[in-house]
């Protein structure tokens, strides 16, 4: 039997039309700014955001190491939550690439506030790192796929344009934050200085992201870019996919987020789970009973054929995707309610 994939939405494959439209993508070399598809998603993408220009990455973690090189000098600080996925999930890229420290905030499951950022912003003082970039994540991964509202960025972003921050958004999954606020993408590119946008996550293409900025910031990620060795030739093949995903799989989200929220509930009600936190997008995080081990439960789904992962002792995470069916959702909620540990 195959098994229904909960690990990540990171491991869709292609669909057979993604991949026709990649097999006809128009290439060039890219590094020489001449691979005309990669040319079209950036153009695509900075149009939606109302950004000035963009940059094809080979993955969000260099679009967003490359942003915050952009944005610090070294010796800054960079301000974020706890479970942001710069901080936690890159290897330490921050201090390695660009030299900078962090402040960590704790936001409500990742959600900053103008509030809680204001007084860990430094004064203007020798003893303190400058302060220069806050970077905010939307939707919040460790948050359990929680949501900003435009209504929620809109005073983060005039607290940094008063204090001469800049303001980055690590957007791996902003089109599922989009489908579930209906917010408008055009919107974000006036609170943002700079966006990141993962083409691999639920959109399902296999490969890449794009960084969203000025077109004098872009200028600059190009050459840090190339010193991170992520200059590509015929990249056109892969920014082809993400060309389909934006044209195709945008609305879909809709889809994973009731696949979502139904897993949601069913869990609710199984005696094996001691909490269920509320599911906004595509990501249902949950605790397991006092006494048992996520792992152990883990390991239990997987002989019933699912797989997922845990994110604590006591916390799984599932993530709907692409690949995932409502006759899977069935067979996952009823393996849910006859899995009594
Ligand atoms: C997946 C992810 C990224 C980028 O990950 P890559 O695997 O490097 O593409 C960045 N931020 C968040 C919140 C993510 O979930």
């Not at 660009?98 to 204001?118: C, F, H, M, N």
Request: proline content about 3%; glycine content about 8%; some cysteine.
């Amino acid at each position: 039997m195959s098994k229904i994939d909960f690990r990540s939405d990171t491991v869709t494959k292609p669909t057979a039309e993604m991949l026709e439209a990649m097999m006809g993508a128009k290439v060039g070399d890219d590094v020489f700014g001449e691979d005309e598809t990669v040319n079209a998603l950036e153009e695509k993408l900075a149009a939606l955001f109302n950004m000035e220009a963009a940059m094809f990455c080979p993955s969000g973690t260099m679009s967003n190491q490359i942003a915050i090189k952009c944005y610090t000098q070294p010796m800054d600080e960079v301000i974020c939550d706890q479970t942001a996925h710069v901080y936690r999930y890159e290897g330490g890229g921050i201090a390695y690439n660009s030299l900078a420290s962090v402040r960590l905030l704790y936001g409500d499951r990742g959600i900053l506030t103008p509030e809680l950022i204001e007084p860990e912003i430094n004064a203007d003082n020798i003893h303190y790192p400058n302060s220069s970039l806050v970077v905010l994540e939307n939707t919040v991964n460790k948050g359990g796929g929680k949501c900003y509202r435009l209504t929620d960025i809109e005073p983060i972003h005039h607290l940094c344009a008063i204090k001469g921050l800049n303001l980055h958004l690590d957007g791996a999954r902003i089109f599922n934050a989009l489908v579930a606020t209906g917010d408008k993408a055009a919107a974000y590119g006036k609170y943002f200085d700079g966006i990141s946008v993962c083409l691999s996550k639920g959109l399902g293409a296999p490969v890449g992201s794009v960084f969203l900025a000025s077109r004098e910031t872009i200028k600059k990620a190009r050459r840090i870019r190339k010193v991170f060795g992520g200059g590509m030739r015929q990249a056109g093949f892969l920014a082809a996919a993400g060309i389909y995903a934006l044209d195709h799989h945008v609305n879909r989200l809709a889809v994973d987020h009731a696949h979502a929220k139904a897993l949601g509930d069913s869990l609710k009600s199984a005696n094996f789970v001691s909490a269920v936190m509320p599911v906004e997008t595509n990501i249902v995080l949950f605790d397991v009973a006092e006494g048992l081990k996520a792992e152990s439960v883990v390991k239990q789904l997987e002989q019933k054929g699912i797989l997922c992962n845990t994110t604590s002792e006591q916390t799984i995470r599932f993530v709907t995707h692409l690949d995932i069916s409502s006759g899977m959702i069935d067979q996952t909620m009823n393996a849910i309610s006859t899995l009594h540990l």
